[in-house]
């Protein structure tokens, strides 16, 4: 079976604390381009159809006006939002990447894929994520995750979080939030009470570029119900699609093909990363991956 349509989610609604501001409308372009033009331009030409950006009421009007200068004309665009106003008092970010996913239910019915605003995942993985999800290797409960090397991932401007992961037969068995990875003397490992917890470099990492079929939201929504039970009240608790996945797999509710990519990843964690990603761009543009001006 060959599905026509496929969605691509693109949360753009977090705060960018550790890079200082709104790092998903940071020009990054030779002609003010987003990375999201860029993610947008590499999506459609793998056929993708329909874009679903997670964005928050407060930066609505700022974050059309920038996206619509780029997009792909023939592209459908839909917003859905994760609002600040929802939150209990004394939160002040919003609840994390799955319930960003969360909110699109009423606005997806087709197989979709997910992917941060502010990151580039390169071309090649989003052309294999879109035959995923048009085959009949997706539907409910089989899903798929593009795994990363983390040699691929890390910044060398300071700590980032990873979706640490193990993989056996092309399928995810565990995934492990890990924050504070950094390189550290040529080695890449995090400190966790005093210690240095080194990590082979060859690791796959989830870098919250997803594939799923709708039935996912009924897990979203469960799990999401009974997170806020026991963490609505913790102003630094999140709810995040990497801990949604490690639950329904080790239930044994749902496969997760990890699509390994040779694609490199990079993206802007931190403010000295921006001056990488317009290198990167730069390159790329220079190469012929990208027109000089995404309008051509």
């Known amino acids: 079976m060959t599905r026509e349509k496929t969605s691509l989610l693109i949360m753009a609604a977090g705060m960018g604390s550790r890079y200082g501001g709104l790092k998903q409308l940071d020009p990054v372009g030779p002609n003010g381009e987003l ?6 331009y590499d999506a459609h030409l793998s056929g993708f159809d329909k874009a679903v950006f997670v964005i928050r009421k407060e930066f609505e009007e700022e974050f059309k006006d920038m996206i619509l200068k780029f997009i792909p004309p023939d592209m459908e665009t839909v917003y859905a939002y994760q609002e600040m106003a929802d939150l209990p008092e004394g939160r002040k970010k919003p609840w994390g990447t799955g319930h960003a996913i969360l909110v699109c239910k009423d606005v997806i019915s087709e197989p979709f894929g997910v992917v941060n605003a502010d990151d580039f995942y390169g071309r090649g993985s989003y052309k294999a994520l879109n035959d995923f999800l048009k085959s009949d290797q997706c539907g409910k409960n089989r899903y798929s995750m593009v795994g990363y090397l983390l040699k691929n991932t890390v910044s060398l401007h300071g700590g980032v979080t990873r979706g640490v992961s193990t993989v056996s ?60 039970d026991t963490n609505e009240h913790d102003p630094k608790s999140e709810f995040l699609i990497p801990d949604v996945v490690a639950t329904i797999v080790e239930n044994g509710k749902a496969k997760v093909k990890v699509i390994d990519t040779d694609e490199v990843w990079f993206g802007m964690t931190h403010p000295e990363d921006r001056e990488i990603v317009m290198g990167e761009i730069e390159r790329m543009i220079t190469e012929g991956v990208y027109p000089r001006n995404l309008r051509d």
């Open 35 to 40: 990375l999201i033009h860029y993610t947008l």
């Open 169 to 228: 037969d092309s399928l995810l068995v565990t995934i492990d939030e890990t924050s504070g990875i950094e390189v550290k003397d040529g080695k890449i490992g995090f400190d966790r009470d005093g210690s240095w917890i080194e990590i082979d470099p060859m690791t796959f990492v989830s870098m919250n570029f997803w594939g799923f079929d709708p039935f996912i939201f009924e897990d979203i929504e469960s799990q999401f119900s009974q997170f806020l």
